[in-house]
């Protein structure tokens, strides 16, 4: 028989086994999704963005909006303009991050002649009725998580790492419990994320993002697919007129901009 000392060494060393191997997974996370970011870290990028809206009848809406970002993640400013159908036409939107934290951001409608700040508790509304929210629309920081790796996953024929991010309350609120990210291995690109929303056991939503294309150097996902699983519906981003690096004007990315009329 093992002596208590014997045995009290061995179940020591085995729960520091457990504990090195949690940390070691979760410093490979956070070290993934670093890397990810080195990689695909332009200065601006812009494209024109074709959208389709279809509800749980099947009824479908189309919408087409321009996208301007300089920075990325953490430091990301991004202004999309709304083009068409005419009811939303001149609809403007602003998100300026924070690094580790929830980025501002405000909604310009035409009709009010002035923007509207997105207040905390509106983070879960619809952005201008696709089944995008508006915490949807920033740019994934993982600083904002505590992210592990979980494991792989075949995606698309794509071996991918998988990593759990749960948001830290220092961040601010979340409308999500946590998001599980497929990230392919190859080229540590995001290819799928599974949003769960607070107290679900099942994803609420599934965001795809498909045709991968090399532009200018850059990996780029040409089409991005929000599916809303309690709704039953889906919006589809169609990426139109891809640049990166193009230099943005000096005050595209303002409040003063986001309430010109017509202005981009």
């Not at 599980?180 to 965001?207: C, S």
């Not at 039953?232 to 986001?258: H, M, Y």
């Amino acid at each position: 028989m093992f002596s208590r000392k014997v045995l009290l060494s061995v179940i020591v060393a085995t729960f520091s086994t457990i504990i090195c191997t949690g940390l070691a997974w979760g410093a490979d996370a956070r070290a993934l999704l670093r890397e990810s970011e080195n990689r695909h870290r332009t200065k601006t990028q812009q494209y024109a963005g074709e959208l389709t809206v279809v509800n749980k009848d099947g009824k479908v809406r189309r919408k087409g909006w321009k996208s301007f970002r300089e920075g990325y993640a953490g430091d990301a400013r991004n202004l999309i303009r709304f083009t068409d159908p005419p009811e939303v036409k001149g609809v403007g939107f602003l998100s300026l991050a924070k690094p580790g934290k929830n980025p501002d951001q405000w909604l310009y409608l035409p009709s009010m002649k002035r923007e509207r700040r997105i207040a905390t508790q509106d983070r879960d509304a619809s952005f201008v009725g696709t089944d995008f929210n508006y915490e949807d629309m920033e740019e994934f920081d993982h600083e904002k998580y505590k992210v592990a790796l979980q494991g792989e996953k075949t995606i698309d024929g794509q071996p991918c790492y998988v990593i759990v991010a749960t948001p830290l309350e220092s961040a601010g609120k979340s409308v999500y419990e946590k998001k599980v990210l497929y990230l392919r291995k190859d080229i540590l690109y995001l290819l799928r994320e599974d949003l769960y929303l607070k107290g679900d056991r099942q994803p609420g939503k599934l965001f795809f993002l498909s045709d991968l294309q090399n532009v200018d150097g850059h990996w780029v996902a040409r089409k991005w697919e929000m599916h809303d699983l309690k709704k039953g519906s889906r919006t589809t981003v169609l990426l139109k007129e891809v640049a990166f690096d193009r230099p943005q004007a000096a005050n595209r990315f303002t409040l003063q901009n986001l309430n010109r009329e017509g202005g981009d």
